[in-house]
């Protein structure tokens, strides 16, 4: 049985694009034949689940019962990846219980893979939620991600104070996510796709679709350079999954 992987992708802090993030997850998990689950805490309303609802569970994350549907099936035999996108400002609180209820412990021991996604703002707040965050990655592969939602321009007013904060964190990885043509971007939000989905043209239900040419191309060429930092840091390596032969994404 492969070991359980969890990923979690959060931030304290609301518009900075996490749930985007995971949508990439998903569909690059998918594209890899990784066999994934997710579950979407914001309850009772998920957007994760609108774009991905065969795979995904709405969880409140704050309740022990639903908790235990999340952490008390890790070592089912399929599937081996659980991706969780964290609810706006409960990344810390949710670090806190996965640390009360002992899952850091055994992650740190090797029993269970597990890995954190946090989506930056471009504010010194997103500074300050590293500090936060730092005491709970003993154990986790932490990537800090700036996810270029808009035109905003991550901490270049002061390049020094922004590594004097990443580097109180051993082994921290940077990613970057481009930003999506906002047009691109907003097509499929109407559509209620993934993007692998509204790339090949095709419905929530695999049924042909109508999507205009030149905004597929630009969600192709985005998704394309996401995957290629996913590709960079070896995430299916990480979730102990075995790379194959993707359809070109390019």
Wanted: glycine share 6%; proline share 4%; charged share 20%.
């Amino acid at each position: 049985m492969a070991k359980p992987a969890v990923v979690v992708v959060g931030a304290d802090k609301g518009g900075v694009g996490k749930t985007t993030v995971s949508r990439t997850l998903l569909d690059y998990f998918s594209a890899n034949n990784v066999p994934t689950r997710a579950f979407d805490t914001e309850s009772p309303r998920g957007t994760l689940k609108r774009f991905h609802p065969d795979i995904t569970e709405i969880v409140d994350m704050t309740t022990t019962a639903d908790q235990m549907k999340i952490f008390d099936t890790l070592n089912a035999t399929s599937p081996s990846v659980t991706v969780i996108d964290v609810r706006a400002g409960l990344l810390s609180p949710a670090l806190a219980s996965l640390r009360d209820i002992g899952f850091l412990d055994a992650a740190k021991a090797g029993q269970i893979t597990f890995a954190v996604f946090h989506i930056l703002g471009p504010s010194i707040a997103s500074l300050d939620e590293i500090a936060e965050t730092a005491g709970f990655m003993t154990g986790a592969k932490y990537f800090l991600v700036k996810n270029f939602i808009n035109d905003t321009q991550f901490f270049q007013w002061d390049q020094a104070t922004y590594n004097s904060y990443f580097h109180r964190i051993k082994d921290a990885t940077e990613l970057t996510i481009p930003k999506l043509n906002e047009m691109a971007y907003e097509q499929v939000e109407v559509s209620s796709v993934p993007f692998l989905k509204f790339v090949a043209n095709k419905g929530i239900h695999d049924e042909a679709a109508n999507y205009s040419f030149v905004l597929r191309g630009y969600v192709r060429h985005w998704l394309a350079n996401v995957w290629s930092e996913f590709d960079r840091i070896r995430l299916t390596d990480i979730v102990g999954s075995k790379p194959v032969t993707r359809n070109s994404e390019k």
